[in-house]
């Protein structure tokens, strides 16, 4: 195996001190330009490759991210990724991306890797409102500033971006109820993640506004996959009576009920209105198109990550930031949209 170049090498190769390579490949001050130029030609040449491991220790920084979300296989994650690799590469940090599955102790362990690694900052999309605190209080017990992501955890001193969650649901609701569904079902999330927690809350809310009375087959608790939709459909279809509307907490939960129902000829939306929550490209191409709340996975990455800049600058504040990204209803075929 060859031997890498070093510094050493460098100065040998054109005859000059290991401190005035040094100074002339950070770009320092005081080295004439040719000097800087036949330093840099040998560089190249050796196919020199800078340390900058011993380059952090002195600076005390690694310009690297954490970022930990909970699947990067759901299509709303990527588009969330791309807006914090778009800001924080420009800015020239380098992002290590993990996954937590939803998992508390998958997710401890991924937050302790990277606190290991000295990463600058941590972006999060917490898994679990009860159990994220202990993790979240760590990092910030490190030094390390953090931000959390589309989702929240109540009690924590973390700046946070985060769509409007509770405001999409209740919209979509609302409209439901104005086009007359007088059965509308809510297929929610695990109530122990924020998102989840907060579609139900606008449901629940809207209707109550229209003085709709809740009963408990009206919210079928599910998860957050096209399988935990699937599975949802199969407990309505085993009731007497289906319901006129279904709310699911997601597009993928909504596509596995969509294609349950059609499955057992059950025709959207003449018999079933079908609607759904963060408007993936999939729900668009459906036979039958979806109707959602559009939420911009990429803004709020985007979002996220100018703050934790911010932070990563001087940001001196000491309540914590919060900053929401909205929402938005989009009417598709799924459900009646007359106005």
Known sequence: MKKRSSIKDIARDCELSVMTVSRALRNAYGIHPK?????LESAKRLEYIPNRLATNLVLRKTDTVGIVVPDIARSFFPALF?????????????????????????????????????????????????????TIDCILSQGCPVVL????????QADTVTATDFEGAYEMV?????????????VAGSQDIWTASERLRGYTEAMRAAKREIHPEHI??????????????????ARKKM????????????IGVYKTLRDNGIVIPDQ?????????????????????????????????????????????????????????LVLRASTRNNK
């Open 243 to 254: 319901p006129d509307a279904i709310f699911c907490v997601n597009d993928p939960v909504a």
């Open 174 to 186: 609302t409209h439901l109820i104005k086009q007359k569904y007088q059965n509308i079902v809510h």
């Open 220 to 237: 079928v608790q599910t998860g957050f996959t096209f399988e935990d939709g699937e599975n949802a459909a199969k407990m309505l279809l």
């Open 82 to 134: 791309r807006g914090l690799e778009m800001v924080l590469n420009e800015r020239g940090y380098h992002l290590f991306l993990c996954c937590s599955y939803d998992q508390v102790v998958k997710e401890q362990e991924q937050v302790m890797a990277l606190l290991e690694r000295r990463v600058d900052g941590i972006i999060l999309a917490p898994a679990s409102i009860s159990q994220s605190k202990g």
């Open 35 to 39: 000097t800087r130029e036949r330093i």
């Open 272 to 328: 079933v209105a079908l609607t759904g929550f963060s408007a993936i490209a999939e729900g668009e191409l459906l036979e039958v198109p979806l109707t959602t709340v559009r939420q911009d996975a990429q803004a709020l990455g985007t979002e996220a990550a100018n703050l934790l800049l911010a932070r990563l600058n001087g940001l001196k504040t000491e309540m914590p930031v919060a900053k929401q990204v909205p929402t938005e």
């Open 149 to 156: 992501v589309d989702r929240l955890v109540p009690g924590v």
